[in-house]
């Protein structure tokens, strides 16, 4: 049988990160290519007692059917909770419950691009969001991220074409590259999107883990023209696990949002969402936040110190101030690919090509991923040290 | 702000039962409308206890990311239990583990369907499927469904366009009309669908709630041509909440749906996954499955007496073998509309009208669609009680 897929999916693959991934599996290789929460993470008590108290309390409300738009009490938690941090306070009609900010970022594109859209993103980006967006055939483009953020003037070049709908920015601690975008160009790319029409999609997984430096306002915060998106989402300061996260948008947004959520799902796990509801209402989330940014503090600045210990000096890389990543970069004349490759296969140690996250694996960087929420410590410097060996045998101190 | 929406969601509207189930919420109406397990049906104890197991025994397996194909023991699970009730024996990549069978079915419009394809359907059809279908813009064709099935010379009519990628059919005890699909028909559309290159999609999510008759074939157990995808869910034997449910198809086709997942939401609950994984092992499935049988038996058998001893004779209804819902049909000359409008509004019972399940609401129909799981059973008869009056004051006896 000669199977015709339909032209959204027929030219995406499988991410390269999942391929690289099965190299991790093998005995012996220590991964820094992953970007799971570390295991000690996990408030595993709090959560096993809730979810003991979930079932004593109300079993049928975790197993009958739900609405789309999400579990009540949690979506009006969540505007508090905004309102509190300072961010900003959507109606309850302006918030919608999903299964991890993948959906939110993958409905995003369903709901406003056609075929051909234009969507911009910083280059590089989240392989997954990326690859959320291919599958619903926008025309990509790929905006040069630089240490504060994304170029705004080859912004403009491209939102001139006036076939822009949708710019995806990573503003804290970006996945894959650490940074975090300025004040100024958050402000810079909001006026952008307004005088253009277009809409901004403000992914903001890692925000709750900044270890160090100032928090940035949002762009979402200075939205007075219902132009901007906000996603975030439970998988890395609860569990990725149970596929909880949520997005604020305009509701006519969100109203498209919700028929969506219940043509494709119906509805995200209600237990799961009671729990995450519990969670934040009967543990101190404030300890909890300390915590987790506690381990990725130490966890960072382990790696950032092997690093600068064991690296050629050919390597630059960056110093997160929050999130899960560094990333590595040789100069121009280095094979990149030669030395992940050999990273993987001769010294047991995955990290991941960053042309996995370029608008398209064939555009030209010199840059890797690693991660340093997943491995332990002793794993992080082993990983480190044979890196730098095969770093300064490759490109000299 | 005028939001521009994509052509795919722009056209498409929250579903017309959710529109009447707000009625439902009016103190003292009584819904016959949903289409929910009875709450008796929840195997709650057990749910509880491997809940409980779960988090003794591996908290981070139930809390940390896992992949995009399913949980590896509950697919192989799977399919020994398919090959246990002889339906047929997938291969490990011939299953995903997906978020509810209405993501199944909305993935397999993704994959397969570009805008304009033709997607044929039984009309009428379950409404949450023919949205999914219509939210990637298909070509939506409803083939009149019999007592027996679709009409076969209307599908080859359709199929002789050549432009039909997939028919969409539940077979056993339809939602909405709970009629079951003949064994000469499932040969006669397997055989059609070969001959035009078509996919089928056979949708089974009320199988194992046959309460009275035989078991009938499914397609898919016939599909030596690779053209059969089967789709199933924990919803009506376990809970919806959950949404847990699973598709078995080509591997071709089942590789291009694990992208499509790992993009639209990475995997499903992983909990979920585990509990559903326990409960088939560690409990009686066949005693649990008998129960549930015995409830909905009961509740089928009560809602037709009520009818026949109630309803104005102009009144026919169908006698489904399984499932949730009873279909009633008035004469053509007959208003169903105002007949549902009256039975909710004056006489405080919902019912949803049968044009809700059409391809386009305004086709005609004179039909609407009772459930009988969902209402305990001094409801049931009062609302048939209720129906009865209304349709004896507006028909006659």
Redesign the interface.
């Known amino acids: 049988?000669d199977?015709?897929?339909?032209?959204?999916?027929s030219h995406?693959?499988?991410?390269a990160i999942?391929e690289i991934l099965k190299f991790t599996s093998q005995p012996g290789v220590i991964s820094l290519a992953a970007g799971?929460?570390a295991?000690e993470a996990?408030p595993?008590d709090e959560?096993?007692r809730i979810?003991?108290e979930i079932?004593?309390e109300d079993?049928?409300?975790?197993?009958?059917?739900?609405i789309s738009e999400g579990y009540t009490p949690l979506r009006d938690l969540l505007k508090k909770e905004l309102e509190k941090k300072g961010e900003f306070v959507p109606d309850r009609d302006e918030l919608i419950i999903?299964?991890?900010a993948?959906?939110a970022n993958?409905m995003m594109a369903?709901?406003?691009?056609?075929p051909g859209?234009i969507l911009c993103c910083e280059a590089p980006s989240f392989i997954?969001s990326l690859?959320?967006f291919?599958?619903?055939n926008v025309d990509l483009r790929g905006i040069t991220l630089k240490e504060d953020g994304i170029d705004l003037d080859e912004l403009e070049e491209v939102l001139k074409t006036g076939k822009v709908?949708l710019i995806y920015l990573i503003c804290n601690f970006q996945n894959p590259t650490g940074l975090t975008t300025s004040l100024e160009k958050r402000k810079g790319a909001y006026e952008l999107a307004k005088k253009y029409g277009a809409?901004i999609l403000e992914d903001n997984p890692y925000g709750d883990l900044r270890f160090t430096g100032e928090n940035v306002p949002s762009i979402k915060s200075m939205d007075k023209?219902?132009?901007v998106a906000y996603s975030r989402t439970f998988?890395k300061i609860l569990?990725?696990?149970?596929?909880v996260g949520y997005i604020s948008a305009?509701k006519?947004?969100i109203n498209?949002m919700?028929?969506?959520k219940?043509?494709?799902?119906?509805?995200?796990?209600?237990?799961?969402q009671v729990l995450a509801y519990k969670f934040m209402t009967q543990c101190d989330m404030n300890a909890h936040l300390e915590k987790l940014r506690a381990i990725y503090r130490h966890k960072c600045q382990l790696m950032i110190e092997q690093i600068e210990k064991n690296f050629s000096s050919k390597i630059s890389f960056t110093r997160p101030e929050g999130g899960l990543f560094v990333w590595c970069t040789l100069p121009d004349d280095c094979d990149m690919s030669a030395f992940c490759t050999r990273a993987v296969k001769e010294f047991k140690v995955a990290v991941v090509p960053g042309n996995a996250f370029m608008i398209s694996e064939s555009d030209h960087t010199t840059s890797f991923r690693l991660n340093f929420s997943t491995p332990t410590d002793e794993q992080l410097v082993a990983g480190c040290e044979m890196l730098g060996k095969l770093s300064k045998e490759m490109f000299g101190e």
Chains 1, 2 share one sequence.
């Open positions: 049988m199977y015709r897929f339909s032209e959204k999916v995406i693959k499988a991410s999942r799971n929460p295991p996990f595993v959560i096993t979810s003991k079932f004593e079993p049928i409300l975790a197993l009958q059917y739900s999903v299964s991890g993948q959906q993958a369903k709901v406003l691009c056609d859209d997954g690859n959320a291919k599958s619903y709908k809409i023209d219902g132009i998988s569990a990725p696990g149970i596929r305009p006519e947004i498209k919700v028929i969506c219940q043509v494709d799902d119906v509805h995200t796990n209600i237990w799961a």
